[in-house]
């Protein structure tokens, strides 16, 4: 199954599915490798010891690489503990997936405590369109990243773009089957 091809529930209903249940408000702190902290208010979507996935409503626009991300859409975020990267699935307000976004990130892949997740940013992403290859961004800014973190973040990114798909796939295919839009296939049994 193709990661464009899952049917998420709408941002509505999955709103008032976190709010039922009672979940927490999480604040990423994403820590740029230049030095800056970037916040965004989150809600706890899934969490065991090795990942969390939060959801985030959209509050402004940008443009990725040609494709305006912005509202009514939401992100479902994915870190990982023991990966050098995480992962935003940038979704409709009507649950059609509208890209996939990998961050390069220094392990472990986030931090915990309290009700903040952190992470550092380190330079490059991949970037997914459903009509696109997967292209790797910002690799201009390399050429003021030291040596040993300009030679790990390339070989991420370029693994990453020979297999996004496949783990943008699998991280979805792994999310509880409440995300999901009834009848969209997704098959996971909770």
Request: aromatic share 10%; with cysteine; net charge positive.
């Amino acid at each position: 199954m193709s990661v464009f091809s899952h049917r998420f529930r709408t941002h509505a209903v999955l709103q008032r599915h976190l709010d039922s249940r009672s979940a927490p408000a999480i604040t990423e702190c994403k820590e740029t490798y230049w030095g800056r902290t970037d916040r965004v208010a989150c809600r706890l979507v899934h969490r065991d010891p090795n990942q969390v996935v939060l959801f985030h409503a959209l509050d402004a626009s940008a443009v990725v690489d040609g494709t305006t991300i912005g509202p009514p859409m939401f992100t479902i975020a994915f870190y990982w503990r023991d990966r050098p990267y995480n992962l935003y699935c940038w979704v409709h307000e009507d649950g059609s997936p509208v890209a996939v976004y990998f961050n390069v990130v220094a392990t472990p892949g986030f931090r915990l405590a309290g009700n903040t997740l952190r992470y550092r940013d380190l330079v490059l992403d991949v970037f997914v369109r459903r009509d696109t290859a997967p292209r790797v961004l910002d690799e201009a800014e390399l050429a003021d990243v030291d040596v040993p973190t300009r030679e790990h973040v390339t070989a991420v990114a370029e693994r990453l773009r020979v297999q996004a798909h496949r783990v943008a796939d699998r991280a979805i295919a792994g999310l509880p089957t409440w995300v999901f839009a009834p009848g969209s296939g997704n098959m996971r049994v909770q």
